[in-house]
């Protein structure tokens, strides 16, 4: 049997308020070729459909259309909630869609309860795990002692392995959604840390064939039979340049036999540029740039004018702006410090230079903002 492992689609999420959803479904769709290509069984996505508990119309318009790919394709459908959707929501009318071959395992009471498939060698039990936050899902679960990830995922395997135990010979698969210990996470995810404790240890996974991981939004493998497969896009500048894919997962009569990675297309790329507002807008180097999600650093000594405006000019995808400025220092004094011992026109003007990069108020400017301040102290006098 041929699985396809996916995770953190991140349905209607944004890009600092760019919208993602043509990009989104680009990718998500195609995933129904890799689908046709490769011969794949079942797709499972573990965890992070959507990118919101309540997700907008056009997002649920966004996976009705990719699911629906993916079954032409010919596969078998298998996803779990994660932690930033509801599972309430996603679980909603999930009998009816598993009549048409999309199994939706949001309940915390049947993760014990097996999509069951069969191939030439028998029979492949798929374990889907909703996110599990520990003080909603600890009484149901029986844990008296821990209120970790650690203490309900491992009461969650052992429900598995009691269930696996009366499938002899069956082959298993299971689908999280966790912080596992020894990934390496992104800017992208939000922290599920439950009092500081967020890790679980790769060994609660004991015991089953293949661990489809969710959550984190690097590909990474912890061990060859758990891993993560990562977001279909890049969700945030950090992630710029990194190379996303989809984990390809075989299992013969004996369980697991072979994973390989298919890397995904890239709709529109992550770029981030560096260098001053004149250089970003003249620099022919970054012609390759104009249609790429920009994130620009500018290091002009002066805050340009309204830079994003002038930006977007040239870079129409131009999503996030720093001003880093290459003149500012820090000497080490308290606020009071630098205080001591100066009126106000001398206050102010250390306030120009510190925001404008290291650049004093000209002649002029100094005689504007002492105008200005006797004016203020007219008014408070008047007052």
Not at 14 to 20: D, I
Not at 141 to 166: C, K, N, P, Y
Not at 297 to 318: I, K
Not at 348 to 353: A, I, Q, S
Request: charged share 25%; aromatic share 4%; hydrophobic share 45%.
């Amino acid at each position: 049997m041929r699985l396809l492992h996916t995770s953190d689609w991140h349905v209607g999420r944004s890009l600092h308020g760019a919208e993602l959803l043509r990009e989104q479904e680009a990718v998500l769709r195609g995933l129904a070729t890799i689908v046709a290509d490769e011969g794949v069984d079942v797709v499972v996505v573990a965890g992070d459909v959507y990118d919101r508990a309540v997700p907008s119309a056009d997002a649920t318009a966004v996976l009705d259309r990719v699911l629906t790919s993916l079954r032409a394709a010919g596969a078998t459908v298998v996803l779990t909630p994660g932690n930033h959707d509801s599972a309430r929501r996603l679980g909603f009318a999930a009998g009816l869609l598993a009549v048409s071959g999309v199994h939706v395992r949001a309940a915390t009471a049947g993760l014990d309860e097996p999509v069951l498939l069969a191939d030439e060698h028998g029979e492949v039990a798929v374990y889907g795990l909703p996110y599990l936050e520990p003080e909603l899902t600890r009484d149901e679960l029986g844990v008296s002692g821990g209120r970790s990830h650690e203490a309900v995922l491992t009461a969650a395997m052992e429900r598995v392995r009691a269930d696996l135990f009366l499938r002899p010979g069956a082959r298993s698969v299971v689908l999280a959604h966790a912080f596992v210990g020894g990934g390496l996470p992104s800017e992208s995810e939000r922290d599920i840390s439950v009092g500081g404790v967020d890790r679980v240890p790769v060994p609660v996974f004991d015991g089953v064939d293949y661990v489809a991981l969710g959550h984190l939004h690097r590909p990474q493998t912890l061990t060859d039979r758990v891993r993560y497969s990562g977001s279909p896009l890049a969700y945030s500048f950090g992630e710029a340049g990194q190379q996303k894919q989809v984990w390809l997962v075989d299992l013969d009569a004996s369980g697991l036999a072979e994973v390989r990675a298919v890397p995904l297309p890239v709709p529109r790329p992550l770029v981030v540029l560096t260098g001053t507002l004149d250089e970003l807008l003249g620099d022919s180097a970054h012609a390759g740039a104009e249609e790429a999600f920009v994130s620009a650093r500018l290091t002009d000594p002066v805050r340009p004018v309204d830079p994003m405006r002038r930006l977007q000019a040239r870079f129409p995808y131009c999503a996030h702006l720093e001003w880093t400025g290459s003149g500012r220092t820090v000497d080490g004094r308290s606020y009071t410090e630098r205080l001591a011992g100066r009126g106000d026109l001398e206050v102010v003007g250390e306030f120009v230079t510190h925001v404008r990069g290291g650049v004093a108020a000209s002649a002029a400017e100094r005689d504007l903002l002492a105008r200005a301040l006797g004016a203020a102290a007219r008014e408070e006098v008047a007052g």
